[in-house]
């Protein structure tokens, strides 16, 4: 047979009582859990004050090129007087992430103000090193056959990429790095004003012709390249580094050089020999 719960405390109680004991609190605390919950117990009571969400913190001021590094880019760029200006411009940018990763900035050598203007693609390991364009095997191997036509960065030219950075192992730029540096690449050709502009390799070519042929269709064809400054003379060459790889080749590149040559004479540039 079941016992009441009710009963057997009460009863326990009633002994307790009878024994002398003071049950007053424990009397209290039996009639507060039997009697019926007043509606203030029965409630959850007031619901609190939700608490105000704490303020975000302060966002921080981006760097130049962190957020939109193309007019971040374009912005820098068009703010640029001179190619001193432009050197300055590139170097605070921080719109293209192979900066993170590279040692140096590799902007631009050679002589401001020249005549021949010559663009390559992006620095490798010695580049990225000494901080100047051109300045491993395949730079050396350039200025050697610059040196034919009379070319010379300490005199009448200037050296420069469409990277400014070395990709992690030489790794191909990709597109939206090559669309980073684009602007500062095309306010050099317009600053420079070069009577005679050379594309190195496919990279440079595309990048700035903005053609999609390859570099053996382009190579020993003159072309009319639309600055913001005007027209620039234009033509491409095989890259060095190529030349490297496939030695057979060079009789190409002694094809590019007479080209070359036979235009600068056209346009009266005064040449070393």
Not at 93 to 117: I, W
Request: aromatic content about 6%.
């Amino acid at each position: 047979m079941e016992t009441d719960p009710a009963l057997a405390a009460r009863a326990a109680l009633a002994f307790w009582r009878a024994a002398g004991v003071d049950m007053e609190e424990a009397e209290a605390v039996f009639a507060a859990k039997a009697g019926p919950a007043s509606p203030r117990q029965r409630s959850a009571g007031p619901a609190a004050s939700p608490a105000k969400p704490a303020p975000p913190p302060p966002r921080p001021r981006p760097k130049p090129g962190a957020e939109d590094p193309v007019a971040s880019a374009r912005g820098l760029a068009a703010a640029a007087a001179s190619i001193l200006d432009l050197k300055a411009a590139v170097q605070a940018f921080e719109g293209c992430a192979l900066k993170r990763t590279a040692r140096s900035t590799v902007f631009c050598d050679g002589t401001l103000g020249a005549p021949v203007l010559l663009i390559g693609e992006a620095p490798g390991k010695d580049e990225d090193e000494q901080g100047k364009p051109f300045v491993g095997r395949s730079g050396q191997l350039l200025d050697r056959m610059l040196a034919y036509i009379g070319l010379d960065r300490k005199v009448n030219l200037l050296i420069s990429n469409t990277i400014y950075w070395r990709p992690p192992g030489n790794r191909d730029p990709t597109q939206g790095e090559i669309v980073a540096c684009l602007p500062f690449v095309e306010r050099l050709i317009a600053l420079a004003q070069p009577k005679l502009l050379i594309l190195t390799g496919k990279a440079a070519a595309h990048t700035v012709l903005k053609r999609e042929d390859g570099v053996m269709k382009l190579r020993g064809r003159k072309f009319l390249h639309q600055t913001e400054a005007g027209v620039v003379n234009a033509m491409v060459m095989l890259h060095p580094a190529y030349l490297l790889r496939q030695p057979q080749q060079k009789r190409l590149a002694w094809a590019d050089l007479l080209t070359a040559e036979a235009w600068l004479d056209d346009l009266g540039v005064d040449r070393t020999r």
